[in-house]
Nanobody, 133 residues
Framework: EVQLAESGGGSVQAGGSLRLSCTAS????????MGWYRQALGNKCELVGT???????AYGDSVKGRFTISQDNNKNTVYLQMDNLEPADTAVYYC???????????????????????????WGQGTQVTVSS
């Protein structure tokens, strides 16, 4: 069974750091594109960053220079390192993977308006990040 499991969320003060993990089972990340999204309360779903299977990464403007996506193939885990956190980073963070199966993924309802169901075929359950000022 293909699954993505996020972990590492929590509460931190502004200026602090957190590292989110997204661990895959049933497939390997080195054969998939993946993305991180976030949904802040009352705001639309936002792309945080992406990692292509060739290793190239890209980031949303609001996190560029503060967030970094990395990968540990031995642990089949993709990480989102978040530094210099701001209260505006408070959100539920989701990881998603595109294994190239052309099957629809179960997009979180909050992200459905901005992410097509065929863009990623696997989604995690989400993890809450809260940044206090």
């Amino acid at each position: 069974e293909v699954q993505l499991a996020e972990s590492g969320g929590g509460s931190v003060q502004a200026g602090g750091s957190l590292r989110l993990s997204c661990t895959a089972s049933g497939f390997t990340f080195d054969a998939a594109d993946m993305g991180w999204y976030r949904q802040a309360l009352g705001n639309k779903c936002e792309l945080v960053g992406t990692r292509h299977e060739d290793g190239n990464t890209a980031y949303g403007d609001s996190v560029k220079g503060r967030f970094t996506i990395s990968q540990d193939n031995n642990k089949n885990t993709v990480y989102l390192q978040m530094d210099n956190l701001e209260p505006a980073d408070t959100a539920v963070y989701y990881c998603a993977a595109d294994r190239g199966t052309s099957t629809p993924g179960e997009v979180p309802p909050s992200c459905a308006p901005v992410v097509g169901e065929y863009e990623y075929d696997s989604w995690g359950q989400g993890t809450q990040v809260t940044v206090s000022s």
